[in-house]
């Protein structure tokens, strides 16, 4: 039983005893006793329901408070996020371009039929010693080096290039060929000082020939060849006249 229905008996038991002990009472003054009771009963009800109900509602309101700074920190985290990610996707490096580049430049050579000269070593082992080739097309460089493999007309010269090896690639960016070989290239070949500034020199001085072509990068399986036995080829080798024997 709840307290106000305890209030309500209680005030009914009230009203019935002094009914009792005040027989002479007007009836008409016990019911206006028993209205104002039923008033004030009610008021109190009402007053304790309003109550609830304001405290019900500023829950909800809390509630939706919260819920609204959860979205909204959501929201945040997620610009963020999108920001961070455009900001990765513009700093990384664009190797498309770098290789666009590259292409590019291999495609500029022209693959027009020219004749140059290939070199071997003289009998002594001293000199470079050239002679004509014609080649043509887009593989002209490689096929260069390829006469170069070959037994030269001169039976006297000695080719350099131990024929174990092969060419993986020859690309010119910004006028310097980048000749890329196969590891033979340094284990088969005649260990000798003088002999690795010959070989060396010869494919240099072989694809400078070409007028688009300044100077020459080696390549070992696409590892950069900074030097062979003493020689030091890190940096780009140009052309030396002073090697050729007429």
Excluded: W
Excluded at 57 to 84: H, L, M, R, Y
Excluded at 103 to 118: F, G, K
């Amino acid at each position: 039983m709840t307290k106000n229905s305890k209030d309500i008996k209680n005030v009914f038991f009230f009203v019935y005893s002094s009914s009792n002990l005040h027989k002479g009472m007007p009836v008409f003054f016990i019911v206006i006793l028993l209205m104002l009771l039923s008033v004030f009963l009610f008021s109190g009800c009402s007053a304790l329901g309003l109550a609830g109900l304001n405290v019900e509602n500023q829950k909800k309101d809390v509630d939706t408070a919260d819920a609204e700074e959860t979205q909204a920190a959501k929201e945040e985290f997620s610009a963020e996020n999108a920001t961070a990610e455009t900001t990765a996707e513009e700093s990384a490096p664009n190797t498309d371009t770098s290789q666009t580049e590259e292409a590019t430049a291999q495609d500029s050579i022209s693959d027009e039929e020219v004749t140059i000269n290939v070199y071997y070593a003289n009998s002594t082992g001293e000199y470079l010693v050239g002679e004509a080739r014609t080649v043509s097309g887009a593989n002209r460089l490689i096929d260069s080096i390829n006469e170069m493999m070959k037994e030269p007309v001169d039976a006297t010269l000695i080719k350099l290039i131990p024929e174990t090896t092969k060419i993986n690639s020859v690309k010119v960016l910004d006028g310097v060929a980048k000749v890329d070989l196969s590891e033979q290239f340094v284990d088969d070949r005649f260990v000798s000082d003088s002999v690795d500034i010959l070989l060396v020199y010869s494919i240099v001085n072989t694809l400078t020939e070409f007028e688009e072509i300044h100077s020459v990068e080696f390549y070992i399986d696409g590892a950069k060849l900074d030097e062979l036995g003493q020689l030091d080829i890190k940096d780009p080798v140009f052309r030396r006249s002073d090697l050729i024997k007429e």
